[in-house]
């Protein structure tokens, strides 16, 4: 392994070199590996990770997802200190020295997260998703893990889960759907959270109508989206907006829409026209 290390550190120290890249370089070199540190958006987890360790020692690169910064930090340091000290971790094992009071157990991660780009500077490191990776799964407050009959649920939406066959809910998903360039919660624009109940028509949702009229209501800040017939009682629902953004990726341009206002279009194609509402009649 020394060998491959200056081998693949001299490799970069032969290119010129963006400052955060260096900045990997030099820590791999220096101090075995380096962190990322990916902060929570928009109701999706935040993530941390190392580079380095598989280069330095041989062993798997790990994640963790949904902890605190510097809880983060202070685990995956301590993940490499084990290395260090000759320790191997394997799919299934656990340890009891990285976070107080409960075990962790450490899963391989599933290929797809790589490819899809959760441990991008690591991908850049190693020229691709080719290096093991294991997740470090925490349990909630008693130590029930979360494909544990006695899980605690309220705790589900802070961790993804990464590895093969994992317990699927609506966080994977999220996290999934946040790295596809093709799926609305990439790159989110709007204010509100994907999640946000929005107004909108059946027709819309089943695809029979286009989105035309756009409203941001002055009262409650809340959206509604119309297709060509008009928003009844009979025929409004409630969902969340990411739903309406997956169906029509142009409805992003309205995202920042202030308040009391409106945007209407004849058709797709055409561009939206902005307009403050028109105030209410008096007894409506």
Sequence with gaps: MPNEKKSRVQLFRQRELKPDERKLVDDVEAYDC?????????????????????????????????????????????VRNLYRDGAVLQEGQRQSELLANVDCEFRPVEKRWLEAGVMGYANWFYGGPVYPVLQCVYPDLKGVFPWEPAFDETWRNRQALLFPNAPQSRVEHDFSAAHDPKSSLYRWKFQEPPHTGVFTTKPVMNGDEPVLMVCHDIEDGAWQFIGTSDGTPENMTYVCLHHVLDLDPTIVELADLPVSWIARRTQVSEPWVREPAPPEEPGK
């Design 34 to 78: 380096h962190i990322i540190q990916v902060r929570p958006d928009n109701e999706i987890p935040g993530w941390s990770y190392t580079i380095g360790l598989f280069e330095n020692f041989g062993q798997p690169e790990v994640v963790v997802v949904g902890l605190k910064d510097d809880t983060a930090h202070f685990l995956l340091n301590e």
